[in-house]
DNA sequence: AATTTAAATGAATATTTGTTCATTTAAAAG
DNA sequence: CTTTTAAATGAACAAATATTCATTTAAATT
């Protein structure tokens, strides 16, 4: 047998194309600075992924799912409504301030000529939990009968924002800063 | 006299460059493209715009000055503060969705290596009346006595998820789903 | 130890794409 | 009507960058 390919090689890969990402955006993406950052030849590339299309639909699940995973625990869905708000809320909010690249390369992704929509929306297959949560707290009269995209679209939305300032630096973030941004999630969704 | 350059061309070159960056995204965006987009020669670009670098960092400019006129009217901002605040929510809710060219491209300049941290600040200054608006509702005691950003972003940031959902095609936007849009923001900021 | 097989290499190649430039066109002035 | 000037053209050029491939390397099997 010949050497096997090595899972490790994959993640030097992705590590090294989410970094130059948000270096230098999507536009700026090459395949050689790609190689030359994971420490492997160029040509090394093309044995683990056909081509650069194939390398950036291929990170964007695998980001997406590892993001999904940090925040959708289905065992959270079970408690009382606004516990379980809370516990979502600050998981999804810490996952995106600390993973900002991934955000970035999502967000360029879906802009960007690579999209491949099949790809898309099988990871938003994984966004279910959420979306059964909201349809409880609405039943049990503690979250507002308003369209369930409106009301994640309130939640994520100024989380995203948030982010984005405190990564340009306009915004630092910090407990007391958090704390008062989950209260006007709150204060927004509340019946 | 020769002929003298054409204002409408700089519209033409401007709006080739929008709906290309709309359709293929920041990454695929290439100066032969826009001059066949604008019904113009390669070359002419080239009169009217140094190179690609200046083309984009000018139609940034000139969408971001046009976006903020359009929703920052200094005679609005001595209204009663929720008066206020439902003018300017409507007029900038409604300039993101009618225009969601200008807000996909401000995204992506962003996040691009095409950005002048100077050209963005120029812009920026032209918000200064929303945060003095902001800053007159705390002392009315009407909105919450947190950080002016925090507010933004909780304003801004589920206007451009909810446009990019309509976007998308998930959520189809109509009166009921921007005045139940406009509930939520307010809940979320008063006091 | 010899052999086999696939990973790994990186220089070479192919392709894409930003920019230039010799030439043409059209408007205004004399 | 001729001359002048700058815009306009688009093929040619230059640079950048994705992909390939002949060759080498290392792991496993015999």
Redesign the pocket.
């Known amino acids: 047998?010949?050497?096997?390919?090595?899972d490790k090689?994959i993640e030097a890969i992705f590590g090294a194309t989410l970094k130059l990402v948000l270096k230098d955006g999507f536009s700026?993406?090459?395949?050689?600075d790609v190689a030359k950052e994971a420490r492997?030849?160029?040509?090394?590339l093309?044995?683990?992924f056909r081509?650069?299309h194939e390398l950036i639909n291929e990170l964007y699940l695998s980001l997406k799912k590892k993001s999904i995973d940090s925040y959708v625990d289905p065992a959270d869905m079970n408690l009382p409504i606004k516990k379980a708000f809370d516990t979502v809320w600050k998981k999804y909010f810490l996952n995106t301030l600390q993973n900002p690249e991934e955000t970035a390369f999502i967000e360029q992704y879906y802009r960007s000529p690579f999209l491949k929509v099949k790809v898309k929306e099988e990871a938003y297959q994984l966004l279910t939990p959420i979306y059964q949560l909201l349809e409880r707290g609405k039943k049990e009269q503690l979250i507002k009968h308003v369209d369930n995209d409106l009301l994640i679209a309130q939640i994520s939305g100024p989380i995203a924002e948030i982010v984005r300032m405190h990564q340009a630096g306009g915004l630092r973030v910090n407990d007391s800063i958090m704390k008062d941004a989950l209260q006007l999630a709150w204060d927004s969704v509340k019946k």
Chains 1, 2 share one sequence.
């Not at 047998?1 to 090595?6: C, E, F, L, T, V």
């Not at 700026?28 to 050689?32: A, P, T, V």
């Not at 492997?40 to 090394?44: E, L, P, Q, R, Y």
């Open positions: 047998m010949p050497k096997a390919k090595d090689k700026g993406l090459r395949m050689s492997i030849a160029t040509g090394t093309y044995i683990y081509d650069k």
